[in-house]
């Protein structure tokens, strides 16, 4: 196991800023995850999961504990129990995009709509990713972790069943230090792969459009308080777009994005996060809830 120390975290985030970690290692083994785990255990750091650095950045300070970054990135399909059915078992690491793509490209439909979705699986499974009204656990059938029992980390299979998930919540990112995502499997149906295409490239064009993929940014900053006031417009209402800290700017294309225009700094971010967080509220009694995660406070262990 190859545990370096002083990495910058601002090259595994999306929004490409952000401090070091004190210890960072890169796991592709789950009996090495399990060792990186016991390791920081036993020097009492705190650890964190990093998978493809989406919807997370570390604060300039850096981060005082072992970042494990999981590299583990295997796609397999294999036919369903009932005829016209099949599995896609997806390693935590692996790109949520990359592994939609497989599956339909092998004639199996479901996760056309979470296409457009960054990260990895690991993390789409964690927060219950979602978009276009679908989310994560609806073809979900079982996911493998490690799961911390008294006698240690313990691998273990949870079906769907056993497993609670709400809007862009579930019991791992509830129960944060109980366990680490290893993959995950979905239940998908047979179908005709050039329908499936469509609808990827349809859910890719409509991101593109709505989205400020032309500068580096962390997705979605906070959850939407309902249906009928998401986040984005709220923000906008307030007079956020185009607003700017240092290099940190609220994208003027959607205003539930801060995209880095050039030299931003996780503290030019995080002001920007608390003047929208206060102005929302006073102008329209509503607290904003982050979707990302910030370390050093948002940590695992």
């Avoid at 219950?128 to 996911?143: C, I, P, Q, W």
């Avoid at 313990?154 to 366990?179: C, I, M, N, W």
Wanted: charged share 25%.
């Amino acid at each position: 196991m190859d545990v370096q120390e002083h990495v910058s975290l601002a090259r595994y985030s999306t929004l490409h800023v952000g401090g070091e970690a004190r210890y960072f290692v890169r796991i592709a083994d789950l009996e090495v995850l399990r060792a990186a785990l016991n390791w920081a255990a036993d020097r009492d750091l705190p650890w964190f999961i990093l998978g493809g650095g989406a919807n997370f950045f570390c604060r300039d300070e850096g981060f005082p504990g072992l970042v494990i970054r999981i590299e583990s990135r295997s796609v397999t399909l294999t036919p369903g129990s009932v005829p016209g059915t099949g599995e896609l078992t997806a390693d935590a690491g692996a790109l949520t995009r990359l592994a939609v793509i497989e599956a339909v490209r092998r004639s199996f439909r479901g996760l056309e709509r979470l296409a457009g979705i960054p990260g990895t699986i690991g993390g789409a499974v964690r927060g219950n990713a979602g978009a276009f009204g679908v989310e994560t656990k609806d073809r979900l059938s079982k996911v493998g972790v490690l799961r911390l029992t008294p006698e240690g980390w313990h691998e273990d299979v949870l079906p769907r069943e056993q497993l609670s998930f709400g809007y862009r919540d579930s019991t791992f990112k509830r129960e944060p230090a109980g366990y680490v995502i290893w993959n995950a499997t979905f239940s998908l149906d047979a179908g005709n792969p050039e329908e499936g295409e469509r609808l990827v490239n349809d859910d890719l064009a409509a991101r593109k459009a709505k989205q400020p993929y032309e500068f580096p940014s962390v997705g979605s900053v906070f959850k939407n308080p309902s249906v009928e006031r998401p986040a984005g417009a709220l923000i906008e209402a307030a007079g956020f777009k185009g607003r700017r800290i240092g290099g940190a700017e609220v994208s003027v294309k959607h205003a539930n994005f801060i995209v880095n225009r050039g030299g931003a700094t996780a503290t030019d971010v995080l002001a920007l996060i608390k003047q929208i967080e206060r102005e929302v509220l006073e102008a329209f009694g509503i607290s904003l809830e982050k979707e990302i995660v910030v370390l050093p406070h948002d940590t695992a262990g």
